[in-house]
């Protein structure tokens, strides 16, 4: 383990394959092993996948990550997010802490139902705070390091 306050390396990752349509292959995405804690559970979620999405505004969170945060989903603030086909989705804020690969940091972040993926990781909360280098040729990696915005960051390992 670093010690408190020592920036972790550069971190590397491949991308993962996500199946398309049956018969259709698949589709390569960044995705990034996560956790959440708040202050009403400041145990750590267990590990969970979130997409990187540098088109999203922020990060969006499924709403069984609020209530395994005993977090009360309707109890932030509400607000509405429109996605791919112009589809609009209510979300609700919530401030909790980001755990990143022995990183720490608090973010507010947004919940909603029935999203596609437990979470996505946008610009606002993760893409102000690291510098994510993407590789999109073979093999698809991405690199995931603190940028200036780290200065917020807790470090631990």
Same mark, same amino acid.
């Given at each position: 383990? %670093?010690?408190?306050?020592? &920036?972790?390396?550069?971190?590397? $990752?491949? *991308?993962?394959? $996500?199946?398309?349509?049956? !018969?259709?292959?698949?589709?390569?995405?960044?995705?990034?092993?996560?956790?959440?804690?708040?202050?009403?559970?400041? +145990?750590?979620?267990?590990? *969970?996948?979130?997409?990187?999405?540098? !088109?999203?505004?922020?990060?969006?969170?499924?709403?069984?990550?609020?209530?395994?945060?005993?977090?009360? /989903?309707?109890?932030?603030? +509400?607000?509405? %997010?429109?996605?791919? !086909?112009?589809?609009? @989705?209510? @979300?609700? $804020?919530?401030? @909790? =802490?980001?755990? &990143?690969?022995?990183?720490? $940091?608090?973010?507010?972040? %947004? *919940?909603?139902?029935?999203?596609?993926?437990?979470? @996505?990781?946008?610009?606002?909360?993760? *893409?102000?705070?690291?510098?994510?280098?993407?590789?999109?040729? &073979?093999?698809? =990696?991405? =690199?995931? =390091?603190?940028?200036? !915005? %780290?200065?917020? /960051?807790?470090?631990?390992?």
């Amino acid at each position: 383990m %670093a010690a408190a306050g020592r &920036v972790p390396p550069l971190l590397r $990752y491949k *991308f993962k394959p $996500y199946p398309l349509d049956e !018969g259709a292959g698949f589709d390569w995405h960044p995705v990034l092993p996560v956790r959440i804690s708040s202050s009403s559970s400041p +145990r750590p979620t267990a590990p *969970f996948e979130a997409l990187l999405d540098s !088109g999203a505004a922020g990060c969006l969170f499924d709403a069984s990550l609020a209530d395994a945060l005993h977090l009360d /989903l309707t109890s932030g603030t +509400r607000s509405a %997010a429109i996605g791919l !086909g112009n589809i609009r @989705i209510e @979300i609700w $804020y919530h401030s @909790i =802490e980001l755990h &990143v690969e022995g990183v720490q $940091y608090g973010a507010e972040v %947004a *919940f909603a139902n029935d999203l596609p993926t437990a979470g @996505i990781l946008g610009r606002k909360g993760f *893409f102000d705070r690291f510098k994510v280098t993407f590789t999109p040729v &073979v093999p698809l =990696e991405f =690199e995931v =390091e603190p940028s200036d !915005g %780290a200065s917020k /960051l807790k470090f631990w390992r």
